[in-house]
């Protein structure tokens, strides 16, 4: 009885990606090995491509990882390390309810609350100070509309910034006392401590963790598609509208016209699919690495 | 003693920047909470809980959405509870070191945190397009899915607390194996077996991605579980990216609504988690 | 296993409640573009019948995906199918309501009918060849407006789109640039701006961001009181969006001779015609499976034609005339029939 259940798990998985592969082989048969690596999105003409949608998720994904890598392994040290025992569990349990929190909140904040401002006071900014920096004055090119690609990647930043924070710090409780009390005693400062002691002994989990983030942002829906701007086309300028593929299924599924169209949509969810699973199988064999050193 | 110095300072340095980053961080959550509670209040009313999502330049509230909501989220987890705690139990108690436990844990992970939308795609494909109609049960199969690996985990993780001489007290008077889970297994780790349900809750209830091309949507009262329901993520996002200032108001109202539910969730969950066997 | 039991009580009882057969109700999904008008008429009609109507603006390729698919009862397009579609297909189509597109702008300072466009400007601003307010180009058809030297945010629709089709169409009818480069459908490739979903999208996404301009039904404008512009028309006249100009522009649609009601109402002469008119066309499968539901449709889209059109008329669409919508009850009695060739619907 349990154990046809414990199967019904993996019947789950297949059934999912059996699915996706029978849904998108119109679209690779049509295009084949050219849907991804082309641009095109074009209804009209029945010519799909995932090259933009697939870019515009990694983009995404690298702007809130470079902005939530180093700030959520920064608030898991302070948490660790600096933070005053009476705030420590509190702020703990905030950071890991936030991570729960759903995430058309966050994007319904970007939507009305961070697009506006920064297409009012931060974009415009940005616009005139590289505009005469050749190289940076196509990435950060204007017309400054609020919503588009970074605004999506700050966003999601902020949206992993709690799942980032909790598992770094879950990885940092499991160094044991007596290491750092060892090289508190020889005259270790605090910092010190953290990047001699703490990190080299997580580093494992810590990566494990950011790539489980990783796997969150790469598929998150609702936070990136109030905010990205729905636009098939790549472009230099991180300021400039976009889309990810799951903005793109989101917006255009239920209104796809014609086999073809529905099959390339599919297919993105195919390869999304595929991307998120890589990252995840390789984040959850890093943390299996430290639980087993931890059991031992 | 310079070497000393430039110790400190870097020192200093770093923990002035990790200082600012909590500051930052948590500036940020909580500035978004703040948005969400000054912008959800204004718009809490009564009519939030007693009138139909109204059409553009009317007065209503969000009653159907969130009726749809609740409907869908306790029939959806109450058929993916027992299969993940049965699932759970199998990985805890009978394989928990065999081959196809390794895999289906790996497995399992997986689905945790696979992007929802493709649980979407696959339900439309499996039931959507053979129904031939969009409905509230593939909306509820859906958020099932998405329920599974949640209670999987928490019951294997509750289930490992359970010390072993319980177990081997039990067996050694002579109970069947299936009689020490069901009676003693379950009975000690009760409290965790809710929190892993409460979780679930709180994973599904604010899910937007599966719904909007299962459930779809439905401006008026539903009570049919075969055609499209309303439900509160959807109308959220129909809402706040329509122009009309009353549509705004009822979508952080309704997301206040959501994360309201989901913290209570949570919290009550962590409660729960913190009486259960230590 | 108290849980257990209170789960079992509250499926039970949902199921229960679930079972109870409840008034006929009606799918139908698709143009944003009618979204406001048929909304205003589900719910006058339910309060008149107690029957209720649940219409998903979702766009009109939407629309004629999901009655394609048989999703819904019927589908609702600003792009009307060709005969040779509806045939492959089994549909019929009807006209159920005509309105205006009309751009909007956000512009500071400039007041709503202050800025005048004509098409080979919107094309090239569409086109991303007019990038700023002030270009030569807009500043010669406004001599008076203060024009800022702002970014032009150009603003489109992601989903599929009547509106978008009817724009399009116009455009290329205007533009040789924008016919051989873009094209018209009901969702093109778009070259510059950034898209959002509905009509609605459109008009919160203009709404929202300074220096933007877009396209929406005129509903929309007047509801959110947008900054709409004038346009010149194809007799060279500077017209406003209002009923009358729609109206002009609808005036020339000749219904009786067209095969499957197929109309497209941009870039119509007369010397106040507005450019950019569109009709909303319902689909509906000529032999339903669901032959109730159907007859409940066919219901609700007769009573709106007898009792909708003061409502139309507040929000500035044009109802159907007197003359096509008999055309229309004599299409519903003739093709619209059971499995044993009886007309679903007897239309008074």
Not at chain 2, 102 to 107: A, D, E, K, L
Not at chain 3, 210 to 225: D, F, L, M, T
Not at chain 3, 266 to 286: C, D, Q, R, V, Y
């Amino acid at each position: 009885m349990t154990q046809i259940a414990a199967i019904a798990v993996l019947i789950i998985l297949g059934g999912v990606i059996a699915s996706l592969v029978s849904g998108s082989i119109p679209a690779f048969k049509a295009f084949g090995f050219d849907f991804i690596t082309t641009e095109t999105w074009n209804p009209v003409t029945d010519k799909f491509g995932a090259l933009a949608s697939i870019s515009g998720t990694i983009t995404t994904s690298i702007i809130a990882m470079v902005i939530a890598v180093p700030i959520g392994i920064g608030v898991a040290i302070f948490l660790t390390e600096l933070c005053p025992p009476v705030l420590r569990r509190p702020l703990g349990i905030a950071i890991e309810l936030l991570a729960g929190i759903p995430s058309i909140i966050y994007g319904i904040w970007g939507l009305f609350v961070l697009a506006p401002f920064l297409q009012q006071y931060i974009e415009p900014a940005l616009i005139g100070t590289f505009a005469n920096i050749p190289g940076l004055s196509s990435v950060f090119a204007g017309p400054p509309y609020g919503i588009g690609t970074f605004t999506a990647g700050f966003v999601l930043a902020i949206m992993v910034l709690p799942f980032i924070t909790s598992i770094s710090r879950d990885v940092f409780e499991t160094v044991p006392p007596v290491l750092k009390e060892a090289a508190y005693g020889v005259g270790s400062t605090t910092w010190e401590v953290v990047w001699n002691v703490v990190i080299p002994y997580t580093r494992v989990g810590v990566i494990g963790g950011v790539m489980l983030g990783l796997g969150r942002a790469l598929g998150e829906t609702m936070a990136v598609t109030f905010v990205i701007g729905n636009a098939h086309r790549i472009s230099a300028s991180i300021l400039a509208p976009g889309t990810t593929i799951s903005a793109t299924i989101a917006n255009e599924f239920t209104e796809a016209v014609g086999d073809l169209y529905t099959s390339s949509l599919i297919a993105l969810g195919l390869i999304l699919f595929v991307i998120t699973f890589v990252v995840l199988a390789f984040a959850r064999l890093m943390l299996m690495r430290i639980e087993s050193k931890k059991g031992v | 003693m310079s070497l000393y110095a430039g110790r400190r300072r870097s020192n200093s340095i770093a923990m002035t920047l990790c200082f600012a980053a909590a500051i930052f961080g948590l500036g940020f959550l909580a500035l978004i909470l703040g948005t969400l509670v000054w912008r959800g209040v204004a718009g809490l009313n009564l009519a939030v809980f007693t009138e139909m999502t109204p059409p553009p330049g009317n007065e209503g509230g969000l009653l159907n959405a969130i009726a749809g909501s609740l409907v869908m989220t306790i029939i959806g987890v109450a058929i993916g509870t027992p299969l993940g705690m049965l699932a759970g139990t199998y990985m805890a108690e009978y394989g928990r070191f065999s081959k196809l436990a390794m895999v289906i844990r790996f497995i399992n992970d997986i689905l945790l945190s696979a992007p929802s939308i493709v649980i979407g795609l696959f339900i439309y494909e499996l039931l959507v397009v053979r129904m031939g109609h969009f409905s509230a049960i593939a909306g509820i199969v859906a958020l099932a899915v998405i329920v599974v690996p949640v209670v999987v985990r928490t019951t294997e993780d509750m289930l490992n607390l359970v010390p072993t001489p319980l177990r081997e007290a039990a067996s050694a008077l002579g109970m069947p194996r299936s009689h020490v889970i069901r009676r003693v297994c379950y009975k000690a780790a009760r409290a965790g077996l809710i929190t892993g349900v409460l979780l679930a809750i709180a994973r599904v209830s604010g899910e937007t991605a599966p719904l909007l091309f299962t459930s779809l949507n439905n401006q008026f009262w539903s009570s049919d579980l075969n055609a499209p329901m309303a439900s509160l993520p959807v109308v959220i996002f129909q809402f706040a990216l329509s122009p009309y200032q009353d549509w705004q108001q009822l979508a952080w109202t309704g997301a206040l609504l959501i994360t309201f539910a989901v913290l209570t969730l949570s919290i009550g969950a962590r409660w729960l988690a913190g009486k259960t066997v230590r | 296993m108290k849980l257990d039991k209170l789960l079992c009580a509250a499926v039970i009882t949902a199921a229960v409640s679930m079972g109870s057969a409840n008034a006929a109700s009606i799918t139908g999904a698709g143009s944003t573009f009618a979204y406001p008008i048929l909304a205003k008429w589900a719910d006058a009609y339910r309060k008149e019948t107690g029957n209720s109507l649940n219409y998903q603006s979702i766009g009109s390729g939407g629309g004629i995906k999901q009655i394609e698919a048989n999703t819904v009862t019927f589908g609702a397009t600003d792009a009307p199918l060709t005969v040779k579609d509806l045939d492959a297909n089994g549909l019929a189509q009807w006209p159920q309501i005509m309105g205006g597109i009309v751009p909007v702008v956000n512009l500071d300072g400039v007041k709503p009918g202050e800025l005048v466009l004509d098409g080979p400007v919107l094309a090239q601003i569409y086109l991303g060849k007019i990038t700023k307010w002030d270009d030569a180009a807009i500043v010669k058809l406004n001599p008076k407006v203060k024009l800022p030297s702002q970014a032009i945010a150009v603003v489109h629709r992601s989903d599929g789109s009547g509106t978008t089709f009817n724009y399009t169409n116009y455009l290329s009818k205007v533009s040789p640039d924008w016919k051989s480069t873009v094209g018209e459908n009901a969702s093109v490739q778009w070259p510059v701006g950034l898209g959002s979903k509905g009509n609605e999208g459109v008009a919160a996404g203009v709404g929202q961001t300074k220096g933007a301009i877009g396209y929406v039904e005129y509903a929309y404008s007047k509801q959110n009181k947008m900054t709409y512009a004038n346009m010149i028309n194809a007799d060279g006249k500077t017209v406003s969006p209002t009923s009358e100009s729609f109206q002009a522009a609808a005036a020339n649609a000749d219904w009786a001779h067209a095969p499957g009601f197929y109309q497209i109402l941009t870039n119509e002469p007369g010397a106040t015609s507005w450019p950019i008119t569109a009709s909303t066309f319902m689909l509906i499968h000529k032999k339903p499976s669901d032959t109730a539901a159907v007859g409940e449709a066919l219901k609700f889209f007769d009573w709106s034609f007898e009792k909708g059109t003061k409502m139309a008329e507040e929000l500035d669409y044009i109802p159907m005339p007197a003359s096509v919508v008999t055309l229309i009850k004599k299409t519903w009695t003739a093709d619209i029939v059971d499995a044993q060739g009886k007309p679903i619907y007897a239309a008074k």
